[in-house]
């Protein structure tokens, strides 16, 4: 019964027929599933908490509570902090422990495909409208780019989301018999002609970062560079028939001011930042960039935290495919978890890829799939007394490293850009 509240939650937030099928119109399904999930997930006994995201989120209600409070209110704080709560800490603690077998991880990728074939049905229904309306009522953006309903009602979340996606089908693939290869291979077609439809630059990039990694993973570096000349001058040429990330930037000089500013709210408050949510308030576009997000509108204190929990959502990845990595999982995971793990590898480049140009610091999608990151890792360490546990100090000079890296890259990138 846990896992099937946990399904039907997901499926309210990803396919979402409360907002199309009259009967469930207006009812608060996502937060009754939600709920009834948490519940039972406190019931079982088999439940884990100390996988080290869950401290690092933990340590992020602090400071998004007093980054508000500081810098607008103490109702603007809460409103904040209930947000936070509801749409990515509870989930998060719930996805890693209820998916909990591999056969429940099937069922939860295969939902997640079912529903970007969804989302890309009604692009295409918006395409072939009139109005640019689609069946369950979501309209195209400027025209042109699909979009979809809810936390999708933009082309570049639902572009990111349709490239987290996409290695999934290849996964499926390779695990299908004959007669399923072709569903699967159909639908790695579909998602890919979706992405092509939210014309969203960010997207592209990011499939064709996925498929550099793919090359490099399989042929080496070696082929992989001269693979990347080759293919150079095509992708130039795909790129220049997409749109803008964004289409209120007026040019990649406007994102980098949006970066510039970035700093200088950070330079002006340093600690706790101007405020989730606020960096509007201060700049007339957005981040354009989602580690600039973060610690501009958290601080550093935030920006560390968030930083830390990429950094080991990705680690505990690696740990299980990778054989090469200190500390591998690599002989005591099975065969599927390394091929689930490689296959979540793509889809966090994917978000990386798309996060670097976008501002989607607090999108839910990312804590949904670093959840199942987590999963793969209780599944593979196990529920027992005396599993193994990673310990955030074993790596915390890591953390840090990415954490100043990551500053280092970004002021820099300004610095000689602009």
């Known amino acids: ?53 869950n401290n690092l989120l933990f340590w992020l209600i602090p400071v998004i509570f007093l980054s508000a409070f500081v810098n607008n209110s103490f109702a603007y704080a809460v409103e904040n902090l209930t947000a936070y709560l509801t749409s990515i800490f509870l989930p998060f603690l719930i996805i890693q422990n209820l998916v909990n ?44 780019r699909i979009t979809y309903l809810g936390i999708f009602n933009d082309p570049n ?39 092509y439809l939210t014309n969203s630059r ?37 790129m220049s028939m997409f749109r803008e990330i964004d289409s209120e930037e007026a040019s990649a000089e406007g994102r ?32 354009h960039n989602s580690f600039v997000l973060v610690f501009s509108e958290l601080g550093l204190s935030g920006y560390y935290l968030w930083v830390g929990f990429l950094t080991f959502s990705a680690l505990m990845l690696l740990l299980i495919w990778n054989k090469k990595i200190k500390g591998s999982l690599f002989e005591k995971a099975s065969a599927t978890e390394q ?9 966090m480049l994917g978000y990386l890829a798309t996060a670097f140009f976008l501002s989607r610091s607090y999108t839910p999608m990312l804590y949904i799939f670093c959840a199942m990151f987590v999963a793969g890792f209780y599944r593979t360490t196990g ?5 193994y546990r990673l310990s955030f100090k074993d790596y915390s000079g890591k953390v840090f490293l990415v954490f100043s890296a990551s500053l280092v890259l970004i002021y820099f990138t300004v610095r000689f850009l602009l």
Request: hydrophobic share 55%; proline share 4%.
């Open 383 to 387: 529920y027992q007394k005396g599993y």
């Open 157 to 195: 979340d639902l572009g990111m989301y349709l490239v987290m996606v996409l290695p999934l089908t290849f996964y499926f693939f390779y695990r299908a018999n004959t007669l399923l290869k072709p569903l699967f291979m159909f639908s790695a077609g579909f998602i890919l002609y979706g992405i």
């Open 101 to 144: 077998t591999e056969k429940k991880q099937h069922i939860a990728l295969l939902l997640m495909v079912v529903a970007a074939l969804v989302m890309v049905n009604d692009g295409m229904a918006q395409k072939a409208s009139n109005d640019g309306v689609g069946w369950s009522g979501a309209a195209l953006s400027q025209g042109t």
């Open 202 to 238: 960010g997207a592209l990039l990011a499939t064709m970062s996925q498929v550099g990694l793919w090359f490099f993973n399989r042929y080496g570096l070696k082929k992989s560079m001269i693979a990347g000349a080759f293919a150079a001058p095509v992708a130039l040429v795909v």
């Open 256 to 287: 980098l001011e949006a970066w510039y500013e970035g700093f200088q709210l950070l330079f002006w408050k340093p600690v706790l930042g101007v405020g989730m949510g606020q960096f509007t308030d201060h700049h007339y576009l957005t981040a």
């Open 339 to 347: 091929s689930i793990a490689r296959t979540l590898t793509y889809s």
């Open 1 to 53: 019964m846990a896992f099937v509240a946990l399904i039907a939650y997901l499926a309210f937030v990803l396919i979402r027929p409360q907002e199309f099928f009259g009967p469930l119109m207006g009812l608060p399904l996502v937060k009754f599933s939600l709920i009834v999930a948490a519940l039972f997930m406190l019931a079982d006994k088999n439940r884990r908490f100390d996988a080290p995201q």
